[in-house]
């Protein structure tokens, strides 16, 4: 199962928002409803974001929102702030009953 | 509170073996899926193995099958990983995560992680 892609950084300024992209195929991303997103600050465990392409846990905050079209999934930051500068991944679902994880966006705060 | 903390790894040479342990609290562990997760230093984030609440589905990643078992004990709210025939590549940190009650995801609370090494 090849990992799913992701840009491998996006940039921001305060206050501006940023997309990131998780393009996969027709077994996982653009299969399923089974999307999630996690963010992970350096030396940290990762922390779920968004799940089921666009559901945010309890405590994450509506800055952050999730969508998919076709094979892509997206995950938006509006209103970026410093402390969202972080590394982001992406994870499917797959036809095979396992999970595949995106390669990995580092956010930059301007 | 929920709390995984994970145990176990350290320094082992290619081709030894190792058991990693997930301790788990503050919810009611028989009824979620649970999943081990690595990264390897600098790099991404890989799906290893995931269990069933009752181990009736256990499912591997095509990179540990056949080398790495997943296994739980509901009654001492505990998650394993045993590795064997260890490669350098399986170097990484080992993040126990909680799944769903009724899937194995999302991933919605991580453990601290603990470093696996292999190296001679």
């Known amino acids: 199962q090849s990992a799913l892609t992701q840009p491998a950084s996006v940039s921001g300024s305060p206050g501006q928002s940023i997309t990131i992209s998780c393009t996969g195929t027709?077994?996982?991303?653009?299969?399923?409803?089974?999307v999630s997103w996690y963010q992970q600050h350096p030396g940290k465990a990762p922390k779920l974001m968004i799940y089921?392409?666009?559901n945010r846990p309890s405590g994450v905050s509506n800055r952050f929102s999730g969508s998919k079209s076709g094979n892509t999934a997206s995950l938006t930051i509006s209103g970026l702030q410093a402390e969202d500068e972080a590394d982001y991944y992406c994870?499917?679902?797959?036809?095979?009953?396992?999970?595949?994880f995106g390669t990995g966006t580092k956010v930059t705060v301007l | 509170e929920v709390q995984l903390v994970e145990s176990g790894g350290g320094l082992v040479k290619p081709g030894g073996s190792l058991r990693l342990s997930c301790a788990a609290s503050?919810?009611?562990?028989?009824?979620?899926?649970m999943n081990w997760v690595r990264q390897a230093p600098g790099k991404g984030l890989e799906w290893v193995s995931s269990?069933?609440?009752?181990?009736?589905?256990?499912y591997y990643a095509d990179s540990v099958k056949g080398r790495f078992t997943i296994s739980r004990d509901n009654a001492k709210n505990s998650l394993y990983l045993q590795m064997n025939s260890l490669r350098a590549e399986d170097t990484a940190v080992y993040y126990c995560?909680?799944?769903?009650?009724?899937?194995?995801?999302?991933?919605?609370?991580w453990g601290q992680g603990t470093l696996v090494t292999v190296s001679s």
């Open positions: 089921d392409v666009s």
């Open positions: 503050g919810f009611t562990f028989s009824s979620y899926s």
């Open positions: 027709s077994s996982d991303v653009g299969g399923y409803n089974y």
């Open positions: 994870s499917s679902y797959t036809s095979s009953s396992t999970q595949v």
């Open positions: 269990i069933s609440s009752s181990s009736s589905y256990i």
């Open positions: 995560a909680r799944g769903g009650v009724v899937t194995a995801f999302p991933f919605d609370y």
